[in-house]
């Protein structure tokens, strides 16, 4: 570790930075975001700003610096060798360091499946974490998956949907468990989403064998489930866990979950993960589904584990070892793909370059995982008030300076 990564990021002050800004759907050449203390103070057309009277640091970036709010990854098991889901605080604050230093400056820590003692354990560890602003809360992907549809999940430990094992999470949680992926299929599912539900943790469909009216109707009940409890907009509505992974391909006579949910995120009712890494799934399908179903539907996430920015090498998912390939993550057990190794700002980059227009792709990285989480108001745009989250890229997308509530980090 460099002295650079172990440097404390630099307190909070005026900052100025310029270059073109992509927020909120729109590209805006020629722009300007001034930061005071952990807040926007300013984001729009640089001349439209007296940056003599504001003062402050302009933070050098190169000619043609794109700037982007900072990334909202609602589905990332770790990075830099640091595996969330057996983690201690401290192993956890160093990949978060890592996490952010690279651009995704928000993040729910994904946790998968394990013995009931490894799951309490975790959630009340980044519990602690979220309480100091490191994290935005906890996914729990399991253990209440298909066995048929359980990718790298270690089947050892799955279970059928148990109220009081999910409550016995929740409370361990302390209000920050905020996701948790299920399948529909499974005996005492619908039990499960509404507790989920009545506690405001949002239903993640997924790691599913079931049928399109099963997939249908589980949504409904959850996003019947999340208006009860008085949830809405974009945390009113249920989400997908990584589309078309860990679930059966759609068939022209036997559609599955993949065509509920695509009915489901095209009209607003469903927002849909999808894993842009270039692994998960083939440029033209990711292209195909914003074509589908709007940016404004997709949460684009890393699913990534603790190989991510780093090289080929054997690693852990939770319990399971995992050998990287090629930058592919595979379970040495069965093979399966075993999440990600690409940061969040590659997976726009990918996404771009499959032919979604940049602009909303950063939505769907940014303000769209925000309001899943409720959040809107806090972080995913660069807008007057909201928390100093920016990401500055250079014309190619290759990171550049990256501020997080305010601190410039120093560089990964």
Do not use: W
């Amino acid at each position: 570790m460099t002295s650079a990564e172990t440097r404390a990021p630099e307190a909070p002050a005026r900052l100025i930075l310029r270059g073109t800004i992509v927020s909120d759907g729109v590209t805006l050449g020629d722009g300007l975001v001034a930061v005071e203390d952990d807040r926007i103070e300013y984001a729009g057309p640089a001349d439209e700003f007296d940056s003599a009277e504001f003062g402050g640091t302009e933070v050098p970036l190169p000619e043609g610096a794109r700037l982007l709010p900072g990334l909202v990854d609602l589905h990332c098991h770790g990075a830099d060798g640091v595996d969330f889901p057996s983690s201690d605080e401290d192993e956890a604050r160093r990949g978060l360091a890592f996490l952010h230093r690279r651009g995704t400056t928000t993040l729910l820590a994904s946790l998968v499946t394990a013995s009931k003692d490894e799951l309490l354990r975790g959630v009340a560890v980044f519990s602690k974490l979220d309480g100091e602003g490191l994290v935005a809360g906890v996914h729990a992907e399991g253990p209440f998956l298909s066995h048929t549809r359980c990718g790298a999940q270690n089947p050892a430990f799955l279970l059928e949907p148990d109220v009081d094992f999910a409550m016995e999470l929740i409370e361990a949680a302390e209000g920050t468990l905020a996701t948790m992926t299920y399948a529909p299929e499974l005996p005492g599912a619908s039990d499960l989403v509404d507790l989920l539900t009545a506690h405001g943790v949002t239903p993640s469909l997924g790691h599913t064998d079931c049928d399109d009216a099963t997939a249908e109707a589980s949504l409904e009940r959850a996003r019947d489930g999340l208006a009860a409890a008085g949830f809405d907009g974009a945390e009113g509505i249920p989400t997908v866990t990584h589309l078309f992974n860990g679930m059966p391909p759609l068939h022209h006579r036997s559609p599955g979950p993949v065509a509920a949910c695509l009915r489901a995120a095209a009209a607003g009712m469903a927002v849909i993960e999808l894993v842009a890494d270039g692994v998960h799934l083939a440029p033209a399908m990711v292209r195909t589904v914003f074509e589908l179903v709007g940016f404004g539907n997709i949460a684009l996430v890393t699913d990534s584990m603790a190989a991510a920015g780093l090289s080929d090498g054997h690693y852990m998912l939770g319990p399971s070892p995992v050998t990287v390939a090629g930058g592919v993550a595979t379970l040495d057990a069965t093979g399966s793909i075993a999440g990600g190794t690409a940061t969040l700002l590659d997976v726009v980059a990918r996404t771009a370059a499959a032919g979604v227009p940049l602009a909303e792709a950063v939505v769907s990285a940014t303000a769209v995982p925000a309001g899943v989480l409720g959040r809107s108001d806090e972080f995913g745009s660069l807008r007057r008030g909201l928390r100093a989250d920016i990401v500055a890229t250079d014309a190619d997308l290759r990171l550049v300076a990256v501020v997080r509530a305010g601190r410039l980090l120093p560089s990964a």
